[in-house]
Every structure is written in structure tokens, then in C-alpha cells.
């Protein structure tokens, strides 16, 4: 409920054509398609996203539809911004490690309110920065694809396309070939083969050493 709350006040403030970028908003979002927000997300073009860090331990099939760079509508985010944050926020744990509630709630609220100022007043520079970076991407970037284009003979229609037709395959394969599953079930004996015929060197030294062991008392007696 509170993550379909926030989503809610989200959507009063911002409006519609948002991206939200949530560890796992691939399911999220059938979550939010099932409640009571479904049809105004729907009608006001709400977008998920996984984080681009997290998104890489989501399965190929999630990504092709979530991860913010397999998509054209992410831009440069990452949705990784929280990750940010709470780096950040880390660095404050030596301050009050052994203090009382009072003053650990006062060290985050100095915190949080020393970082709302400098996101502001730095909010000009972030927003020129990012637009620098992206026509650098585009300067550098986009000659290296055009050439690759050329010479692979490649439209910009043909990696949408790729990408549909990746995520077509993965809606056909939905259990692993019988074959992959024999080939890693033998491969699984095999180990099990090995295992078995194994025997540890310390085993042969401990046998060895207790027979000693046996042969002199045997001797002394």
C-alpha cells in the first residue's frame, strides 16, 4: 500500500508522462496495472524502469522491457538516485553511532536539509552538465553508430525491431530446450562421477600416521 501511496501523490504533483524507476518495477507495474491506479496510470502514460544497476541481475527478458539502457525513453537516467543518496547519508553513521534517538533524528534532519539547499542551488549546473553530456554522446557516439551502420547496412528502424524480436523469442521459450537440460544434467553426473572417485591427500597421511603410530606401539610393546 505505501508504495502505491506514494505513486499516487507522485502522479498529483508531476502529472502525466512520468518514468519511475523502482529495483523491481517490473513487477511493480503489474501491481499497479491490478489496483485501484491502473486506469488513470494507464491513461496519463506511467512508465517503470528497473535501476540500471540493479537491472542487470533481473533476467534478459525483464530487461529487454525495463532496464534504462535497452530503452530510448530513459535518456541518461539510471534511476539509481536513492543509491546516491544513501551513500552519502552512510558517511554520517560515525556521528551518531552512540547517540540517543533525539540526536540521530537531529543528524539526519541537518543532513537532509543541508542537501535539499545544495541540490538547489547546484539544480543549474546539474541540468548543464547532463545536456553537455548528452550532446557529447551524440557527437562521439553517434558518428561511431553511423559508420557501423553503414557498413552492416543497418536503418535506425532495425534495433527496435531486434529488441522485438529478442523479446518475441523469450514469449516462445518459456522452459529451457530439453536438450540444454540433458546437456547440464550430464554434465551434473559427471561431477558427481568425479566427486566420488575423489579421495582427499590428508586422508592417505592420516592412514599412514596411524599405521605408523600402530607399528610403534606394536614395537615398544
Known sequence: KYPLACLSKIMDVYGTDLGVGYDIGCDHSKTVARS???????????????GAFHGYAHNRRCQLSYHPRLLTTAGLEDFETNEWIFSKQNLTA????????????????????????????????????????????LDEEGLALARLQRELDLADQCFPRFLDEERAYFERVRDEPEQDTLAFKYLDTLKCLAESRYVPLM???????????????????
Open 36 to 50: 485501484s491506479l491502473g486506469t488513470r496510470a494507464s491513461a496519463e502514460r506511467l512508465r517503470f524502469y528497473v
Open 94 to 137: 560515525h556521528l551518531y553511532r552512540h547517540a540517543s534517538e533525539y540526536h540521530r533524528h537531529a543528524t539526519l534532519h541537518a543532513f537532509w536539509a543541508r542537501w535539499d539547499e545544495d541540490r538547489h542551488a547546484g539544480l543549474g549546473d546539474w541540468l548543464a552538465s547532463n545536456y553537455k553530456q548528452a550532446l557529447a554522446i
Open 203 to 221: 586422508s592417505h597421511v592420516t592412514c599412514s600416521h596411524s599405521g605408523s603410530q600402530a607399528q610403534a606401539g606394536a614395537a615398544r610393546l
